[in-house]
């Protein structure tokens, strides 16, 4: 699989994501680390009629496949 480089914080978040199966407020103060993630293929982003557009974020098959990676590079990094 091609090397997918994040930022430390797109990794935390990566990993709160999945500890708290995705109910996650997005907001401005993680909203670039949700986009990173988005930009490579781990996360999809979707809209609510509540929340407005951008505002949700869930992980892809490819996240999906990549998440036992992903996970054990956050806990290094974190």
Not at 33 to 38: D, N
Request: contains cysteine; positive net charge.
């Amino acid at each position: 699989m091609p090397m997918i480089t994040l930022s430390d914080t797109a990794l935390a978040l990566f990993r709160l994501h999945v500890e708290q199966r995705g109910d996650m407020v997005v907001d401005d103060s993680n909203r670039e680390a949700y986009r990173e993630l988005a930009r490579a293929g781990l996360m999809a982003v979707g809209h609510s009629f509540r929340d407005g557009r951008n505002s949700i974020y869930r992980i892809t098959k490819l996240g999906f496949e990549r998440k036992a990676e992903l996970l054990a590079c956050a806990r290094e990094a974190g």
